[in-house]
């Protein structure tokens, strides 16, 4: 499953710890640090697509 939480004013934090990708609803935002490290200043827009054990943490605060 997927969990999400805000940390703070304006960050989310959101973990895939499924065995298979899924597709999230999100805030549009930036990446800011992902699992893999390859994520970073990705822009996203409604939603995410995660693989599977990813992590990441997304700044909701960032207008592009």
Do not use: K, Y
Not at 24 to 39: C, M, N, Q
């Amino acid at each position: 499953g997927v969990w999400a939480w805000r940390r703070g004013s304006g960050t989310m934090v959101i973990v895939n710890h499924g065995d298979v990708p899924v597709t999230f609803p999100t805030p549009s935002g930036t990446v800011l640090i992902d699992t893999g490290r390859r994520r970073a200043g990705e822009r996203v827009d409604g939603a995410l697509q995660l693989e599977r054990w990813e992590a990441l943490v997304l700044d909701e605060r960032s207008d592009g």
